[in-house]
């Protein structure tokens, strides 16, 4: 159903939802989805389709071929990003231990 509303067939792959800027996603040049209005579906965001050569279903494949890795490896990545692929490179590092936390209220 998703793919059906962005327009992409039965093309597969991971959505890219968020991007924390001190990571490698961010060095890498990957674009995160905006927050839909008034729609279910998020857009502007790239889909990974390919990581190293190989096609991804879900976001499970692409935490699989992560953490098969070693920090400061560089891991190739093919996504579509406004209906044409790209090839990105991604050099790996280690995650900062806060992401994913909430900022502290002032």
Request: no cysteine; charged share 30%.
């Amino acid at each position: 159903a998703i793919a059906r509303a962005l327009g992409i067939g039965d093309l597969r792959g991971a959505a890219v939802v968020a991007v924390d800027d001190r990571g490698p996603a961010s060095d890498a040049g990957l674009k995160a989805a905006t927050p839909p209005r008034d729609a279910d579906v998020p857009r502007g965001g790239d889909l990974i389709i390919a990581v190293d050569g190989r096609p991804v279903e879900d976001m499970a494949d692409v935490s699989r071929a992560v953490s098969s890795r070693a920090v400061g490896e560089t891991l190739p990545l093919t996504v579509l990003r406004d209906g044409r692929r790209a090839d990105l490179r991604i050099v790996l590092k280690d995650r900062p231990g806060d992401v994913g936390v909430a900022p502290a209220s002032p």
